[in-house]
């Protein structure tokens, strides 16, 4: 048997890229970016006002109280402003351009508006609450890194430099294979002595929270000739095939005979953990095939411990592995010798 670790490094030693496609932007949440992204233009665009208010020189409203004509507006969207007149101001609204020759603004809250004039009540700096040109962002400047996983934010920021397609690595097939006579699928009437089979199910979820694309295959009988031929045809297409049952020391335990006789090149049977101790590994040609537990709890912690991580990898992730954190146990509690233990805990704020 061997540890955790070992077990992680054997599988993340054989993981290979997917490769790379492209895609339409809507279709890029979640996905793990392939390639850098640069910035095709400035953020902003051009220097704008941050605020409400009125476009001065600085030098002109040094000392206040003083009343200035307004002469023009600038907007956002609307038409070109014109230069700003020395010793007057501009109304200009949040967003809009600075005018030539402005290089401040008042806010609105700091001012009266008399008619065709404005007194200013506070001075302005220069640079005060201008938004510089390229402050954000320079054109050409690395947008996105690969590896990057596309969430919300980065679908805005995509979006607003101009990309509809995006390069983003391809999703892992995940081959899902239920094996065992006392299965039956789902909306199946009950037989005596037959489960439904709910580990496809719950691992189809765990692939695609996970970012592959899973395919729940027919049940798998305790029939060894049978599960060689299945194990064979999968794995032709799939760049993972998961088995779960059959991969103990049962009279009826035929997934490993059927990982031999397919040629899955064996990596390791055993791990010193519990739940998941008869988890089985192995390669066929550039296929990984694990052959997990059929307890559905061991199956699903397996698979977070082992598979997941694989798939993250698979797909770019610089950081395939959930998040660890420590607390303190509210009780005692014993783990079996020799054997790393995986408890149930539930976290209280």
Known sequence: MISIREAIEAIQGRVRPTGIERV???????????????????????????MDGYAVRAADVAAVPVTLPVEGESRAGGPPAGALVPGAAMRIFTGAPMPEGADAIVIQEDTDREGDTVVV???SEVGRHVRRRAEVMACDSVLLEPGARIGVGEIGVLA????????????????????GDELRELGEPPRPGSLVDSNAHALAAAVREAGGVP???????????????????????????????GVSV?????VHEAFRAAGVEDVFWKIRVKPGKPVRFGVLEQTLVLGLPGN????????????????????????PFRPRARFELAAPARAPRGCTELARARIDA
């Open 160 to 179: 607003s430099q101009g990309f509809a397609v995006v390069p983003v690595a391809r999703r892992p097939r995940v081959a899902i294979l239920s094996t």
């Open 215 to 245: 395919e729940l295959l027919p049940l798998g009988a305790d029939d060894a000739e049978a599960l060689t031929a299945r194990v064979r045809e999968v794995a032709r297409r799939a760049d993972v095939l998961l088995s779960t049952g």
């Open 24 to 50: 339409a932007l809507q279709d890029a949440v979640g996905r793990v970016l392939a390639s850098a992204l640069r910035a095709r233009e400035d953020v902003p665009g051009f220097d704008n006002s941050a």
């Open 121 to 123: 009540k506070a001075a």
């Open 296 to 319: 559905p709890v061991s199956a699903v912690v397996t698979f977070e411990l082992f598979v997941r991580p694989a798939l993250r990898a698979m797909q770019g992730d610089p950081r």
């Open 250 to 254: 049962g009279e009826y335990d035929f």
